[in-house]
Nanobody, 113 residues
């Protein structure tokens, strides 16, 4: 059974940085494309970033140039480095294993102005 556990969320001031981690278990992690998504209060869950099993990346326009997705296959972990955070980045951040269509439980990020 594939499980994903996010960590690294918290409260940060505007302009600050956070790094989220998503640890995977129960799958052949290196075969899976992985993604990060965000759900703001009262809104739908939006795509933020994706990394393929070969390391290719893709970003939503709203985070391009500020967020960086990366992966460490030896640690079965995907990361999201978030810089220049804005209050509108506030929300619950989820990682997703696209190959197995499994979601993590989410981690809260709050950016204060």
């Amino acid at each position: 059974q594939v499980q994903l556990v996010e960590s690294g969320g918290g409260l940060v001031q505007a302009g600050g940085s956070l790094r989220l981690s998503c640890a995977a278990s129960g799958s052949i992690f290196g075969l899976s494309a992985m993604g990060w998504y965000r759900q703001a209060p009262g809104k739908q869950r939006d795509f933020l970033a994706l990394i393929s099993n070969s390391g290719s990346t893709n970003y939503a326009d709203s985070v391009k140039g500020r967020f960086t997705i990366s992966r460490d296959n030896a640690k079965n972990t995907v990361y999201l480095q978030m810089n220049s955070l804005k209050p509108e980045d506030t929300g619950v951040y989820y990682c997703r294993d696209l190959r197995n269509n499994v979601w993590g439980q989410g981690t809260q990020v709050t950016v204060s102005s």
